[in-house]
């Protein structure tokens, strides 16, 4: 039988948090800080594009156990990679090291910071332990940084305002990581609402907060369990491929973005691109911004029939025109198409790997992980996981008095 995972299951409590951080530095947290992940309801690969995205903040996310200890030095260790040891590094100094994987994603944040002119005045001991499933296509990455953004800003009472911190965590993905990705999984974590997903105009950054009133209806998250890591996948293949279409348009029109297209301005520009595979990836980014917008509408006047619908447009389009999906993710969005009570289903993320969403329910959701779990391990040879969704608040300081 496949196991439904509640996130209320897997948070972790400030006791575990307490005893991980004892076991590590000899002392007591003083602090604790939560950052979430997030999905993205409809909007795949357009942020990049001048498009608009859907996304809300869930409950899976990275805490953090923290304590000044009074030195010009940052200890920080992660609870989910227990084979690495505590790493350090000054203050002074916080050049990328070779091999520091997760750890490069917490001296970049605070180099971007340090050079926007914020002062850090003494070290902190940092236990880092998050419940996403790394490389799920959940923004585990951007979580992290939105995480270590907030506890600069709170500990040092910096002060910096949220979009501040989504702009650098999206500086430390392009310029120190090297993923040329859009800035909507920071956005998306940064400006969490619960009970609320974010319609995001990533040209203007203009945005709305709206209720997500899914009636009996609830998010269920199917994880590939195939890890993807962006930095080595087609992601940045894909921007350019989008990046090369536009080109060829603006020698005849003035488009700043393919997301500044409708979809009958597009069809009438394909024989100036005149390449079938540029054609397809810039085809979805023109057509997936609309659908976004219609999507947005379709949830504001409680249509959840129509809004499925365009759910699974955008899966199709995500699998035959911008070709991120896979046999993994393709065998999940297909078998959950075919449950009742679905609504509807399609990838999230970056893809070629990672996970997939489908709105199904509430009294059907163990009948469909059932099915869908049996479908996939019978075709891939291993088990998917399934998350029931709840929608949540922002980066924050957690377990206050």
């Known amino acids: 039988m496949t196991l439904v995972k509640k996130e209320v299951i897997a948070m972790i409590t400030k006791d575990q948090l307490i005893t991980a951080f004892n076991n590590q530095y000899n002392e007591n947290p003083t602090n604790f800080y939560f950052a979430p992940g997030r999905i993205n309801l409809i909007g795949e690969h357009t942020d990049y594009n001048g498009g608009h995205v859907f996304p809300c903040a869930i409950s899976l996310g990275t805490y953090a156990a923290v304590a000044p200890n009074h030195t010009n030095q940052w200890r920080i260790y992660s609870q989910n990679f227990t084979d690495q040891p505590v790493q350090s590094f000054s203050l002074a100094d916080l050049t990328q090291q070779p091999g520091g994987d997760w750890a490069n994603y917490v001296t970049a944040m605070l180099d971007v910071l340090q050079k926007q002119h914020h002062t850090f005045d003494e070290g902190l001991d940092v236990l880092i332990w998050g419940d996403l499933p790394n490389g799920a296509g959940l923004s585990s990455s951007a979580s992290l940084e939105l995480l270590i953004g907030t506890i600069a800003n709170l500990q040092y009472h910096l002060n910096i305002p949220m979009l501040e911190l989504i702009k650098a965590g999206k500086v430390v993905e392009n310029q120190y990581i090297g993923v040329n990705s859009g800035i909507m999984d920071q956005f998306a974590i940064g400006m969490g609402k619960a009970n609320h997903a ?6 203007t950054l203009e945005y709305d907060q709206l209720p997500l009133n899914l009636d009996d209806n609830v998010i269920v998250i199917m994880n590939t369990n195939k890890r993807r890591e962006l930095a080595d996948s087609k992601y940045n293949e894909r921007r350019s491929e989008c990046e090369a279409a536009l080109a060829r348009i603006q020698t005849k029109f003035d488009y700043a973005s393919l997301g500044a297209m409708t979809e009958e301005e597009f069809d009438e520009t394909t024989s100036l691109i005149n390449d079938g595979t540029l054609i397809k990836r810039a085809r979805h980014a023109v057509f997936e911004n609309q659908r976004t917008l219609r999507a947005a509408t379709a949830l504001d006047e409680r249509d959840l029939a129509k809004f499925g619908r365009l759910m699974n447009a955008s ?24 449950q009742p009570g679905v609504l509807g289903a399609r990838m999230t993320g970056a893809g070629f790997g990672g996970c997939a969403i489908a709105i199904v329910n509430q009294a059907q959701v163990a009948n469909f992980t059932k099915a869908v779990g049996e479908r996939y391990r019978a075709v891939i040879g291993y088990d998917a996981d399934f998350y029931v969704a709840e929608i949540a608040d922002g980066p924050r300081a957690i377990f206050e008095a």
């Open 198 to 203: 974010i319609l995001l105009d990533t040209n």
């Open 315 to 338: 899966g199709s389009s995500l699998a035959y025109d911008y070709e991120v999906t896979g046999i993994e993710l393709d065998t999940l969005v297909s078998s959950a198409w075919q």
